[in-house]
């Protein structure tokens, strides 16, 4: 079946500009992550949804970055006012249960931002 | 909260022999530890993962051992092949717990020579 899918594939935005990054998780899943990953690094987690309870939002790295779910379909993350050094791939994943204890993660192929 | 440290940073081996990949965590309450392979381009994928009940497990040609002890684990390549150059990256978590996300490792880019 579908994957996770993630939109758009790259984004290239002026400092200072807002960026929506959008994510289609597997039908089913309840579980929803976002990491960032920049270049050459590990991936740094951001937030998690799962259901209807609130997200952990504690991997956020400042307020001018924040993120919605409606139910269990698709989430946005919203970048404001965005840094050079927020350019990043950020990553969306979702799972069937929480805590990938008996369902892993699966992930999109990433949003590659780049702002200039 | 956890951390997690992976080594090496990079591995390069010839095709066909072994690649080992270590991580070590210091949660000690970390419980789940999967592995994931990621290529160019692409998000990682799920190649295996263990439980803190089980010391090995196994699945062709790669396998994952865990010292709950020493608290690290280990990713095992037999034969390897070109397309196991990958970046890999380990990970551990709590399940049962609040938090919702895994911690990961900083990645080992492995480049198999044919």
């Known amino acids: 079946g579908a994957g996770v899918s993630q939109s758009p594939s790259n984004k290239v935005t002026e400092k200072g500009k807002d960026v929506e990054l959008r994510c289609d998780p597997i039908s089913g899943h309840t579980a929803l992550y976002w990491y960032r990953q920049r270049l050459g690094q590990g991936l740094e987690f951001l937030i998690y949804f799962q259901g209807n309870s609130a997200p952990d939002k504690s991997g956020l790295p400042s307020d001018r970055f924040s993120a919605e779910r409606t139910g269990e379909s698709v989430s946005t993350l919203t970048i404001q006012r965005t840094q050079q050094e927020d350019s990043a791939v950020y990553l969306c994943?979702?799972?069937?249960?929480?805590?990938?204890?008996?369902?892993?993660?699966?992930f999109g192929n990433g949003t590659r931002l780049t702002v200039t | 909260g956890e951390n997690v440290e992976q080594h090496p940073s990079t591995l390069s081996v010839q095709e066909g022999d072994s690649a080992v990949i270590k991580c070590t965590y210091s949660d000690s309450a970390s419980n789940y530890f999967p592995w994931y392979k990621q290529e160019l381009g692409k998000g990682p994928q799920l190649i295996i993962d263990i439980r803190s009940n089980v010391g090995e497990k196994k699945d062709q040609r790669i396998a994952v051992t865990l010292n709950k002890t020493a608290k690290h684990f280990s990713l095992h390549i037999t034969e390897t092949q070109p397309e196991d150059s990958a970046v890999y990256f380990c990970a551990a978590s709590r399940y049962g717990g609040s938090q919702g996300n895994l911690i990961f490792g900083k990645g080992t880019k492995l480049s198999v020579k044919p």
């Open positions: 994943a979702s799972s069937l249960v929480p805590r990938t204890a008996d369902s892993p993660l699966h």
